[in-house]
């Protein structure tokens, strides 16, 4: 090689030396969205900011304007349409998911709170709190197509694996109401602690996990036998409850407290209390199974956690109070 030769190669790998670190503090901001975790890039999850009325997607520098007191949110399967309540307007808002296009505001029942797009994205079901109903909403057509009285205070749901059944949290008793959602009416309740807050089930539809508010436990409930297999004392409430995607293990947060509680769903006995901060409220797994996204309400950010080390390995500030999270993969 010429001396000029070697001269211009030699000038041009210090140019890429001196421009690592540049592409490197890039990459880094890009991954969190304006946060500061170092690690893989976090799509298709979304967030409700109850403390700006917005709806913010993780990864993006976006916040798309929502209605007052936003509480929960959800996604299609594909990920192309986003659903979020506003308590305080009893409306549903629709985004385009990708973009954050308004697609529609859709009137429900008195103080809707949590809302949950089926396994097949053919409805979004809102759990009208203050009216004892639900409204189910027809996800091509963004307008509701039946009204459910389910009992007092529902908050939240859950589908069936084979999308058939709904469990509804009846907040107001110490059941979990069934939905039919091939013939859309109630077909009974299963038993579960005091004011049942949020639910998540198995992989395998044998199970649900319902964190309950005034009894301050989870309760594990066996659906074919209609009874409560065993109690699980938690941290304070509002609780937060999610089964990871591969069914090892349920995420418990605690609004009140500092941490997630992590059950192990087979053996149901608490492995580990990992401390996040003041307020964590919304926990959503990724559908690999590798990390859980929590909304942590009093630092405004979002816990990233590897769920094979079982500590915290990132944060996220997607902006003022976090509140809810949805991950295409994991309804």
């Known amino acids: 090689m010429s001396t000029k030769r070697s001269l211009a190669h030699t000038r041009a790998r210090l140019r890429l030396f001196a421009l690592a670190p540049v592409l490197a503090l890039a990459a880094g901001a890009a991954a969190a969205g304006g946060g500061h975790h170092k690690g893989p890039m976090h799509h298709d999850i979304w967030v409700t900011l109850k403390g700006e009325n917005a709806v913010a997607p993780l990864g993006r520098p976006m916040k798309w304007p929502a209605g007052k007191g936003m509480t929960y949110v959800s996604a299609t399967p594909d990920g192309k349409r986003v659903f979020a309540t506003s308590a305080a307007e009893d409306t549903i808002y629709a985004y385009d998911g990708h973009s954050g296009r308004l697609l529609a505001r859709i009137p429900v029942g008195k103080t809707p709170k949590g809302i949950k797009v089926d396994r097949k994205g053919r409805y979004a079901i809102a759990a009208d709190e203050g009216a004892g109903t639900i409204t189910v909403i027809d996800v091509a057509t963004l ?63 044998k199970r649900l996990f319902v964190a309950n508010n005034a009894s301050m436990d989870l309760t594990v409930v066996d659906i074919a036998g209609r009874r409560v297999v065993k109690r699980i004392p938690l941290s304070p409430p509002h609780y937060g409850v999610d089964v990871t995607p591969d069914g090892r293990y349920v995420l418990v947060t605690g609004i009140a407290g500092k941490v997630v509680t992590v059950v192990d769903a087979r053996t149901l006995e608490v492995v580990k209390r990992i401390e996040v901060g003041q307020g964590p409220h919304g926990v959503r797994a990724s559908a690999d199974g590798r990390r859980a996204y929590v909304a942590v309400t009093g630092p405004s950010k979002v816990a990233v956690i590897d769920l094979e080390r079982l500590e915290v390995s990132g944060w996220l500030e997607p902006g003022k109070m976090p509140f809810w999270v949805a991950v295409r993969g994991n309804t």
């Open 143 to 205: 307008k509701p197509v039946k009204t459910i009285a389910v009992g007092p205070m529902p908050h939240n749901s859950v589908l069936s694996p084979d999308n058939r059944t709904l469990y509804v949290t009846l907040q107001g008793g110490k059941s979990v109401a069934v939905v039919d959602m091939e013939r859309l009416e109630k077909v009974g309740e299963l038993p579960a602690g005091t004011a049942p807050h949020n639910v998540d089930i198995s992989p395998d539809g």
